[in-house]
């Protein structure tokens, strides 16, 4: 097979590389269609930014001049007002009265002039009309109750701007400016309203928009009340008062620009507004987006249309030397068929071998399975045959092999660091003592196990559990190397490390060190030892998976693990685990708080759990309990039970569901709005567990032992 392969890449290869020189015309053809389309892209973008800018700008400028008017029309009102409250002086109503006649033909003489005003006229102490400058003698009129009248007697001397209103004596649409008079004691003398023409206003806007349909003008109060709009809206319609526009004149923004949906017609535009100099008055002018959209869209047509007639003659090119490409390269393989059937062979061999060796991988871990469901076969099979009775011994065998298929899960699960760890605080110099017995158990009869354990060994947070495989799996891999026995220490003491080669930080840590006096490992097989899946025992005795559970065993409780070994010699294991320092007065509230039942204890259990075989199996144990279950396959469907008011002995949940939220999100949640409610978590996995432990919530790891979900539930059969 190497004389072959030697062979193969001694023979002259063909010098001509069609496939860079066919991948050199496929990127030239994506550059003539990428390039292009990103410069159009590019180029609209940028033209329709451009676009929206100078529309902007554009009723940014109609706004200042239709600000300019209204600040010329307004002081020059403000300004005939008050040559009238000048001319009144401290005139009550019934001076006013006497002097009727002077005082029509002066205010006729004072507002004739002005096109904007439509009429002048007093309103007495009481609201009564005194005197007019359409008509003589003022026709009997009470404007007590309307709210130009009350709101200029309340503001004086600040004016009044009313609602657009018909007018009835200059009989013509208009609104009105109101100031209120005082007295030489502040006493009220009565009002000065001017009546301002609308149509003045529509036909300087008019003017201003050039007869555009898109652009509007406007004229608004500060409280949002329209006063002017050309063009004006539709029959009855009426604009909201919730608006970003109305918004910012509630909060008294002298200028600004919005992009908004109109309230009334639900047209999107551009709009500018501007305060009217010292007046509760806005001016605006807005420009609909869509005719922006259209002008652009006519103008990027008509440069794609341009741009794209040099694109196709580079693309007719680049097609036409393809299938030039493509004829030559059939000419040359049809010449060169020989050193592609080789090459091809060899690349199959190669392949085969690959293969190989992965299904040599699978197999090894399919064996250990095969072995357990054997096991669960032969005894269900008995179990038949027996016709179900009798079956204390192949129940036994079946949980037996189910521990053993539980353990391998767990050890699969730990080097992917997703097996759920249930740390807590570990005495070492009482804990190892206690697990020594296992540990020489495994050991065999051949190995003597040694245990030093220094005095005052610093605790450490870790699964009590992984911790103890971890153990168990180096003395397994001593037993394998002493053959012949030999002696096998686990020596456990303090150690500060400042500046090792662990790569772990500075800080306090236990060590512990498991040596045996074995054959040794060779330096190459040392650096992989912690590899999963990598083995030196015989084919069927291994599945390489111990010392990679060690690794991610100690990695998980913040440590790392070292081998050292000698041919010959034997092998020393070090295990560095920080040194854990008490927080549970810190920490008590929430767990406690996770611990304490429901004040609403009702004796139903909220299942949570979208695999309905496991929510089957759990609601039976709860039912043996003497609860009532009630299931749910989301978290979502849980929350909106919850939040419809059902209460619950406890809400037993999965992590990983289908839905928006997951069993996290849900604990999260109850916490938050139900701080009462007990509630577990359940999962198989380890993700995302750091957040399910700061809220201080019992998981329950899958699967779990029967007495872990009693001890969460009060109900009573």
Same mark, same amino acid.
């Given at each position: 097979?190497?004389?072959?392969?030697?062979?193969?890449?001694?023979?002259?290869?063909?010098?001509?590389?069609?496939?860079?020189?066919?991948?050199?015309?496929?990127?030239?053809?994506?550059?003539?269609?990428?390039?292009?389309?990103?410069?159009? %892209?590019?180029?609209?973008?940028?033209?329709?930014?451009?676009?929206?800018?100078?529309?902007?700008?554009? @009723?940014?400028?109609?706004?200042?001049?239709?600000?300019?008017?209204?600040?010329?029309?307004?002081?020059?009102?403000?300004?005939?007002?008050?040559?009238?409250?000048?001319?009144? $002086?401290?005139?009550?109503?019934?001076?006013?009265?006497?002097?009727?006649?002077?005082?029509?033909?002066?205010?006729?003489?004072?507002?004739?002039?002005?096109?904007?005003?439509?009429? @002048?006229?007093?309103?007495?102490?009481?609201?009564?009309?005194?005197?007019?400058?359409?008509?003589?003698?003022?026709?009997?009129?009470?404007?007590?109750?309307?709210?130009?009248?009350?709101?200029?007697?309340?503001?004086?001397?600040?004016?009044?701007?009313?609602?657009?209103?018909?007018?009835?004596?200059?009989?013509?649409?208009?609104?009105?400016?109101?100031?209120?008079?005082?007295?030489?004691?502040?006493?009220?003398?009565?009002?000065?309203?001017?009546?301002?023409?609308?149509?003045?206003?529509?036909?300087?806007?008019?003017?201003?928009?050039?007869?555009?349909?898109?652009?509007?003008?406007?004229?608004?109060?500060?409280? $949002?009340?329209?006063?002017?709009?050309?063009?004006?809206?539709?029959?009855?319609?009426?604009?909201?008062?919730?608006?970003?526009?109305?918004? %910012?004149?509630?909060?008294?923004?002298?200028?600004?620009?919005?992009?908004?949906?109109?309230?009334?017609?639900?047209? #999107?535009?551009?709009?500018?507004?501007?305060?009217?100099? *010292?007046?509760?008055?806005?001016?605006?002018?807005?420009?609909?987006?869509?005719? @922006?959209?259209?002008?652009?869209?006519?103008?990027?047509?008509?440069?794609?249309?341009?741009?794209?007639?040099?694109?196709?003659?580079?693309?007719?090119?680049?097609?036409?030397?393809?299938?030039?490409?493509?004829? #030559?390269?059939?000419?040359?393989?049809?010449?060169?068929?020989?050193?592609?059937?080789?090459?091809?062979?060899?690349?199959?061999?190669?392949?085969?071998?690959?293969?190989?060796?992965?299904?040599?991988?699978?197999?090894?871990?399919?064996?250990?399975?095969?072995?357990?469901?054997?096991?669960?076969?032969?005894?269900?099979?008995?179990?038949?045959?027996?016709?179900?009775?009798?079956?204390?011994?192949?129940?036994?065998?079946?949980?037996?092999?189910?521990?053993?298929?539980?353990?391998?899960?767990?050890?699969?699960?730990?080097?992917?660091?997703?097996?759920?760890?249930?740390?807590?605080?570990?005495?070492?110099?009482?804990?190892?003592?206690?697990?020594?017995?296992?540990?020489?158990?495994?050991?065999?009869?051949?190995?003597?196990?040694?245990?030093?354990?220094?005095?005052?060994?610093?605790?450490?947070?870790?699964?009590?559990?992984?911790?103890?495989?971890?153990?168990?799996?180096?003395?397994?891999?001593?037993?394998?190397?002493?053959?012949?026995?030999?002696?096998?220490?686990?020596?456990?003491?303090?150690?500060?490390?400042?500046?090792?080669?662990?790569?772990?930080?500075?800080?306090?840590?236990?060590?512990?060190?498991?040596?045996?006096?074995?054959?040794?490992?060779?330096?190459?097989?040392?650096?992989?030892?912690?590899?999963?899946?990598?083995?030196?025992?015989?084919?069927?005795?291994?599945?390489?998976?111990?010392?990679?559970?060690?690794?991610?065993?100690?990695?998980?409780?913040?440590?790392?693990?070292?081998?050292?070994?000698?041919?010959?010699?034997?092998?020393?294991?070090?295990?560095?685990?920080?040194?854990?320092? !008490?927080?549970?007065?810190?920490? %008590?509230?929430?767990?406690?708080?996770?611990?304490?039942?429901?004040?609403?204890?009702?004796?139903?259990?909220?299942?949570?759990? !979208?695999?309905?075989?496991?929510?089957? $199996?759990?609601?039976?144990?709860?039912?043996?309990?003497?609860?009532?279950?009630?299931? #749910?396959?989301?978290? *979502?469907?849980?929350?909106?039970?919850?939040?419809?008011?059902?209460?619950?002995?406890?809400?037993?949940?999965?992590?990983?569901?289908?839905?928006?939220?997951?069993? @996290?999100?849900?604990?999260?949640?109850?916490?938050? %709005?139900?701080?009462?409610?007990?509630?577990?978590?359940?999962?198989?996995?380890?993700?995302?567990?750091?957040?399910?432990?700061?809220?201080?919530?019992?998981?329950?790891?899958?699967?779990?032992?029967?007495?872990?979900?009693?001890?969460?539930?009060?109900?009573?059969?």
């Amino acid at each position: 097979m190497q004389r072959a392969e030697r062979d193969a890449v001694d023979f002259p290869m063909p010098s001509r590389n069609f496939a860079a020189t066919r991948r050199v015309l496929l990127i030239v053809l994506a550059v003539s269609i990428v390039f292009p389309l990103a410069c159009l %892209a590019g180029y609209g973008y940028f033209d329709y930014q451009h676009r929206v800018a100078d529309s902007n700008d554009m @009723i940014d400028r109609l706004a200042r001049v239709t600000e300019e008017q209204a600040v010329k029309v307004l002081d020059l009102n403000q300004q005939v007002a008050s040559r009238i409250v000048d001319l009144l $002086g401290n005139d009550d109503d019934a001076r006013i009265r006497a002097h009727e006649a002077a005082l029509h033909d002066r205010l006729r003489q004072i507002g004739g002039d002005f096109p904007q005003v439509a009429s @002048i006229f007093l309103l007495g102490v009481s609201g009564n009309l005194l005197v007019s400058s359409r008509v003589y003698p003022a026709p009997v009129l009470s404007t007590t109750h309307r709210d130009d009248f009350n709101s200029a007697k309340a503001m004086r001397p600040r004016p009044f701007f009313s609602e657009p209103v018909f007018g009835a004596l200059s009989h013509t649409n208009v609104f009105n400016t109101a100031i209120g008079r005082s007295g030489a004691y502040g006493q009220f003398l009565g009002v000065v309203s001017v009546a301002l023409r609308t149509d003045y206003f529509l036909r300087f806007y008019r003017e201003l928009t050039n007869g555009d349909a898109s652009l509007s003008l406007g004229l608004y109060r500060q409280d $949002g009340t329209l006063l002017v709009r050309y063009p004006a809206w539709p029959a009855g319609a009426k604009p909201t008062q919730k608006s970003p526009f109305t918004a %910012a004149m509630r909060d008294k923004e002298l200028f600004g620009h919005i992009r908004m949906n109109s309230t009334v017609d639900g047209v #999107e535009r551009l709009l500018a507004f501007r305060r009217v100099g *010292d007046y509760p008055l806005y001016v605006t002018s807005a420009y609909a987006t869509a005719s @922006i959209a259209d002008a652009w869209r006519r103008h990027f047509v008509l440069i794609a249309a341009i741009t794209a007639v040099p694109c196709a003659a580079i693309w007719l090119l680049v097609f036409f030397c393809l299938r030039q490409l493509a004829d #030559e390269r059939r000419a040359w393989e049809r010449w060169q068929g020989e050193v592609a059937m080789r090459l091809s062979a060899e690349a199959a061999g190669r392949q085969l071998q690959r293969m190989g060796a992965l299904g040599n991988l699978v197999a090894n871990v399919a064996h250990d399975f095969n072995n357990l469901l054997m096991v669960v076969s032969a005894n269900t099979e008995l179990a038949r045959l027996k016709r179900y009775n009798n079956l204390e011994k192949e129940v036994l065998a079946v949980e037996r092999a189910t521990a053993t298929a539980e353990s391998l899960t767990r050890r699969l699960l730990s080097v992917a660091k997703k097996q759920p760890l249930k740390q807590e605080p570990i005495d070492l110099a009482r804990w190892l003592p206690s697990a020594a017995p296992l540990i020489d158990a495994a050991l065999g009869d051949n190995v003597e196990m040694a245990l030093n354990v220094v005095d005052n060994v610093w605790q450490v947070l870790a699964d009590p559990t992984d911790l103890e495989f971890a153990i168990m799996n180096l003395a397994v891999n001593a037993r394998d190397a002493m053959p012949r026995g030999g002696h096998f220490v686990i020596r456990c003491q303090n150690n500060r490390l400042v500046s090792s080669d662990t790569l772990l930080p500075d800080g306090e840590y236990v060590l512990i060190a498991c040596s045996d006096d074995g054959e040794g490992m060779p330096e190459t097989v040392a650096r992989r030892a912690f590899e999963p899946l990598f083995t030196t025992k015989l084919r069927g005795s291994g599945t390489g998976l111990g010392l990679a559970q060690v690794l991610a065993m100690c990695e998980q409780a913040g440590g790392t693990a070292k081998i050292d070994s000698v041919p010959g010699s034997g092998t020393t294991v070090r295990l560095y685990l920080p040194r854990y320092r !008490d927080r549970r007065k810190a920490s %008590a509230p929430n767990v406690e708080m996770s611990q304490q039942p429901a004040s609403t204890s009702s004796g139903v259990v909220l299942l949570v759990e !979208d695999n309905d075989d496991v929510a089957a $199996g759990v609601a039976a144990v709860l039912e043996s309990f003497g609860c009532e279950v009630r299931h #749910e396959l989301t978290a *979502d469907q849980a929350l909106d039970i919850l939040t419809g008011g059902a209460k619950f002995e406890l809400v037993l949940s999965d992590i990983q569901m289908p839905g928006k939220l997951n069993g @996290i999100d849900l604990a999260e949640k109850v916490r938050s %709005a139900w701080p009462g409610q007990k509630i577990a978590l359940m999962t198989g996995y380890a993700d995302e567990l750091e957040r399910a432990r700061r809220l201080g919530i019992a998981i329950l790891a899958k699967p779990f032992n029967i007495d872990e979900l009693h001890a969460l539930v009060a109900c009573e059969p």
